[in-house]
């Protein structure tokens, strides 16, 4: 950050903390105890896919890496907007495993000088009548954010606003939350919720 950058008041964006993603386990059973949400072991990453054979092999080395210890499958899905997801599911529901390839997966792309293209990854939760949320971690923020999807997570268009905000107000000295609502983006029909 230079001397102009001071004077105009600009700030250093913050960079992503990828280890922040290991601070979920713990915030789940704090979800668990208090608003009765489960984990379902299911994660996912979105990014913007290049095109050409170098992210057809990092696809490939992420797909060799999750395979290796008889992790679970890699799922790949691309939702409306064109992004890329790539989603993981523990059997029997894991969250500590679903974070750990979470992580698994960001590392790989951010190694492989895809870092720019990573857009959120997504760890998801329900409760036993149903509800999913989901918690977002936004890589160019290093943030997190609750996601609560009324209805069908695959097919709603409405939020559970409350759900969120007290998820927000339980979790905020776990996690480092997005302070900023307006990041808060809906990731309507996300893979793996």
């Not at 994660?43 to 057809?56: D, I, K, Q, Y």
């Not at 857009?119 to 509800?131: E, G």
């Amino acid at each position: 950050m230079g001397f102009l950058d001071s004077i105009l008041g600009r700030k250093k964006p913050v960079g992503p903390n990828l280890d922040a993603l290991f601070a979920l386990p713990s915030a789940a059973i704090s979800l668990q105890v208090s608003l009765d949400m489960v984990p379902t072991g299911r994660g996912s990453v979105a990014f913007r896919a290049p095109e050409g054979r170098a992210f057809a092999d990092v696809e490939a080395d992420v797909r060799r890496l999750l395979d290796a210890d008889g992790g679970p499958p890699v799922q790949v899905a691309t939702d409306d907007f064109g992004f890329t997801w790539l989603v993981i599911a523990t059997d029997p529901p894991d969250v500590a495993a679903a974070v750990t390839d979470v992580h698994a997966v960001n590392t790989s792309l951010v190694e492989a000088g895809f870092g720019p293209q990573l857009l959120c990854s997504v760890v998801s939760f329900r409760d036993p009548q149903d509800r999913a949320l989901g918690m977002v971690y936004l890589f160019k923020r290093g943030t997190f954010y609750p996601f609560a999807p009324q209805g069908d997570p695959a097919t709603s268009q409405q939020r559970d606003n409350v759900l969120e905000l007290r998820v927000r107000d339980l979790l905020a000295g776990e996690l480092p939350i997005e302070a900023d609502l307006s990041r808060w983006f809906a990731v309507w029909g996300a893979p793996g919720l």
